[in-house]
Antibody
Framework: QVQLQESGPGLVKPSQTLSLTCTVS??????????WSWIRQHPGKGLEWIGY???????YYNPSLKSRVTISVDTSKNQFSLKLSSVTAADTAVYYC????????????WGQGTLVTVSS | DIQMTQSPSSLSASVGDRVTITCQAS??????LNWYQQKPGKAPKLLIY???NLETGVPSRFSGSGSGTDFTFTISSLQPEDIATYYC?????????FGPGTKVDIK
């Protein structure tokens, strides 16, 4: 059974960089066949797809966040990470990592989510 | 970006009722649409993919239909454990986008 777990600071100051890591267990990122995505949800709001990475390191980012987002992968640790720079209060959200099947974009496994608050 | 709308934004129904949610895309997305269920404080759960295919392990009271721009999600007999918010998601074009959600509760 694949499991994903987000980790990282729950509080980030404005203008700083938000950094989160997703640790995958029960499956290997390096085996390929899946995209590894980040999705966020503003408090009481809907879902926003941030971007994905493939095990090879190829990425695609949501254009609305592209200038501030970096997603990277560490196959030796079976982890992938999100960095979001120059954060503001508008970046306060629950951040989820998820596995995605490329064929039909099924987000079939999700982490539990982690709340990141941007505040001084 | 492809914009997704859902209606209603919320609904109340009795146990055993048939519940229908609609999702509309701002342009033709063929059948490139998935449905998710999110319970409070939990991550979304995939229910339906490719507009009408039931994800493994999901009860058969859930179903989906539609293609092009108009889609329907149905719970044939609402159960207490179905209280949640339901989201549609398109993947025809990047970036993938979600609908605003429909909150379902028990009357």
């Amino acid at each position: 059974q694949v499991q994903l777990q987000e980790s990282g600071p729950g509080l980030v100051k404005p203008s700083q960089t938000l950094s989160l890591t997703c640790t995958v267990s029960g499956g290997s990122i390096s085996s390929g066949g899946y995209y590894w995505s980040w999705i966020r949800q503003h408090p009481g709001k809907g879902l926003e797809w941030i971007g994905y990475i493939y095990y090879s390191g190829s990425t695609y980012y949501n254009p609305s966040l592209k200038s501030r987002v970096t997603i990277s992968v560490d196959t030796s640790k079976n982890q992938f990470s999100l960095k979001l720079s120059s954060v503001t209060a508008a970046d306060t959200a629950v951040y989820y990592c998820a596995r995605e099947t490329p064929l039909n974009s099924r987000f079939d496994y999700w982490g539990q989510g982690t709340l990141v608050t941007v505040s001084s | 970006d492809i914009q997704m709308t859902q209606s209603p934004s919320s609904l109340s129904a009795s146990v055993g009722d048939r519940v229908t949610i609609t999702c509309q895309a701002s342009q033709d997305i063929s059948n490139y649409l998935n449905w998710y269920q999110q319970k409070p404080g939990k991550a979304p759960k995939l229910l339906i993919y490719d507009a009408s295919n039931l994800e493994t392990g999901v009860p058969s009271r859930f179903s989906g239909s539609g293609s092009g721009t108009d889609f329907t999600f149905t719970i044939s007999s609402l159960q207490p454990e179905d209280i949640a918010t339901y989201y549609c998601q398109q993947y025809d074009n990047l970036p993938k986008t979600f609908g605003p959600g429909t909150k379902v509760d028990i009357k």
